[in-house]
C-alpha cells in the first residue's frame, strides 16, 4: 500500500555531510512511524533512527546520536536524515522503513522498505 523511494545518497570524506531524502506514497503518512536502518556488505541490517507518529518521537542508535537528526514533512510526505560528522564505519546502503505501529529496532515490526540508497565515506 506504501511505496518508499530514498534519495540523497553518495560519496563524501570523512568529516562532511549528506541529507537523505524519502519520497511515501499515500495521503496517510502522517499516520506512519519512519525508520531508518543500514546494511554494510557482510552483516546484518541495523537501526539507525525513527520517528513516531503515535508521540512524535525521534530516537537514534548509539553510534549516530549526535551526528544524525531525523525530521519529516507529513505534507510533502518525507522523511529526511541529515548525517553529519560521517565516519568511514557509516557506509552502508540506508533504506527507509515504515510502520504502522510504534518505532523499534526491529527490521521485522516494519511492513514497507525503500529501495535502498548508497553512502559511502572514504577514510
Known amino acids: 500500500q506504501v511505496q518508499l523511494v530514498e534519495s540523497g545518497g553518495g560519496l563524501v570524506q570523512a568529516g562532511g555531510s549528506l541529507r537523505l531524502s524519502c519520497a511515501a506514497s499515500g495521503r496517510t503518512f502522517s499516520r506512519y512511524t519512519m525508520a531508518w536502518f543500514r546494511q554494510a556488505p557482510g552483516k546484518e541490517r541495523e537501526f539507525v533512527s525513527a520517528s513516531s507518529w503515535t508521540n512524535s518521537a525521534t530516537s537514534y542508535s548509539d553510534s549516530v546520536k549526535g551526528r544524525f537528526t531525523i525530521s519529516r514533512d507529513n505534507a510533502k510526505s518525507t522523511v529526511y536524515l541529515q548525517m553529519n560528522s560521517l565516519k568511514p564505519e557509516d557506509t552502508a546502503v540506508y533504506y527507509c522503513?515504515?510502520?504502522?505501529?510504534?518505532?523499534?529496532?526491529?527490521?521485522?515490526?516494519?511492513?514497507?522498505w525503500g529501495q535502498g540508497t548508497q553512502v559511502t565515506v572514504q577514510s
Open positions: 522503513a515504515a510502520t504502522t505501529g510504534w518505532a523499534t529496532v526491529s527490521t521485522q515490526r516494519y511492513n514497507y
